[in-house]
Every structure is written in C-alpha cells, then in structure tokens.
Antibody, heavy 120, light 105 residues
Framework: QLQMQESGPGLVRPSETLSLTCSVS??????????WGWIRQPPGKGLEWIGS???????YYNPSLNSRVHISVDTSQNQFSLDLSAVTAADTALYSC????????????WGQGTMVTVSS | DIQMTQSPSTLSASVGDRVTITCRAS??????LAWYQQRPGKAPRLLIY???SLESGVSLRFSGSGFGTDFTLTISSLQPDDFATYYC????????FGQGTKLEI
C-alpha cells in the first residue's frame, strides 16, 4: 500500500526559505502516471493547493504562489520536495503531500502532514 | 481564479439524520468537482469525484450531485463517524477548495 511521509523543519524564520520533502513508499514515483502535489492548511482554515510535479519533472504551480514556489523530484530516492521562499507568518500551516491521477485532479492518497511555523 | 463557496459553514445534526451540504463555484467547473471528509487530526479522505462518482470503499450513504456551478453532497442516515469537516474541490482549472463545512452533533 502506497504511503507518503513529509519531513522538514517545523520552524522557519521570516524571509527565509521553507523546504520540505515527501518520501513515497510502497510504490514508485517514476513507474506511475500519477502526479505528486503539495497542499497546505493554515490553522483553523481551509485547504490550498501549492503545486504539483510529474516524474518527468513537469511542474504546475498555484498562480498565487508561483513566484515563490519550486517543486522538484528525485526519482532515485522516490521523493519530491517543496521550496517556498520569502516566507511570512501567513505561510504558517500544516503542509501535506498527496497523490493525484490528473492535473488538475483529485487527491486519493495523502501524507499525515507536517506543521510549519514561520516565526522569528 | 475559480472561487468555491460552501454552505453552511457549520451544520448541526443528529445520528440518523439526512443532511445536505452545498458548494457553489464562481464559474462553471462542469463536473470537475470532488468532496472530501476530514476528521480532526487526520488527512482529508476523498469521497466523491466527477461530482457524483463514489470513491472506492466509501459508504453508499454518501452521494453527490450537480453540474456547472451548483453542487451538493448528501449524507443519508448519519453515523457517529460522519461528524467531521467536509470540503469541496474544483479541478477544472488548477485546484481550489471550499472553506469547509463542519458537521457537528
């Protein structure tokens, strides 16, 4: 059964870059036709799609975050990563990785999420 | 951007009730609409895709309908595990979610 697990710092200082990795187990990123995405949820608020990547390296970003987001994939490690630059307190959220079969599409498998707080 | 608006924000109901949650898109999304359930501290769970298709393993008590800009999620005969927050998602253009509907006892 495919599982996804986020990892990265829980605290990031304002203006710095938030970097997270999603490790995939129980299935191969490169051996599938799925897309791999990042979604965040600020405390007490709704869900926001950040961006997604295909194993070929094709990326798709939320236009509202496009200038600050970079997603990459490492098929040898079966993981993909998120970099969000110039963070502010508004970027404080639970960050989750998820799998989807279309771009855009629905998310059928999710990681548990990792909480990132932006604070000095 | 396509904006998604859910109503109500909070819904109070009892075990055994039938409830309906509404989601409205700011422009047509055709049938590219999904519904998710999120329990506290858990990841969202896909319930419905393509507006009315039931995800594998999801109870038949859940049903979705709608097309274009107006959609509904109906839960028949509420069970204790159904009390959670529900989100709609459009995936016609990029991906945006509604603000959520908290279903409480």
């Amino acid at each position: 059964q495919l599982q996804m697990q986020e990892s990265g710092p829980g605290l990031v200082r304002p203006s710095e870059t938030l970097s997270l990795t999603c490790s995939v187990s129980g299935g191969s990123i490169s051996g599938s036709s799925y897309y791999w995405g990042w979604i965040r949820q600020p405390p007490g608020k709704g869900l926001e799609w950040i961006g997604s990547i295909f194993h070929s390296g094709n990326t798709y970003y939320n236009p509202s975050l496009n200038s600050r987001v970079h997603i990459s994939v490492d098929t040898s490690q079966n993981q993909f990563s998120l970099d969000l630059s110039a963070v502010t307190a508004a970027d404080t959220a639970l960050y989750s990785c998820a799998r989807h079969s279309l771009q855009p599409g629905t998310y059928d498998i999710w990681g548990q999420g990792t909480m990132v707080t932006v604070s000095s | 951007d396509i904006q998604m608006t859910q109503s109500p924000s909070t819904l109070s109901a009892s075990v055994g009730d039938r409830v309906t949650i509404t989601c409205r898109a700011s422009q047509s999304v055709s049938s590219w609409l999904a519904w998710y359930q999120q329990r506290p501290g858990k990841a969202p769970r896909l319930l419905i895709y393509k507006a009315s298709s039931l995800e594998s393993g999801v109870s038949l008590r859940f049903s979705g309908s709608g097309f274009g800009t107006d959609f509904t999620l109906t839960i028949s005969s509420l069970q204790p595990d159904d009390f959670a927050t529900y989100y709609c998602q459009q995936y016609k253009t990029y991906s945006t979610f509604g603000q959520g509907t908290k279903l409480e006892i």
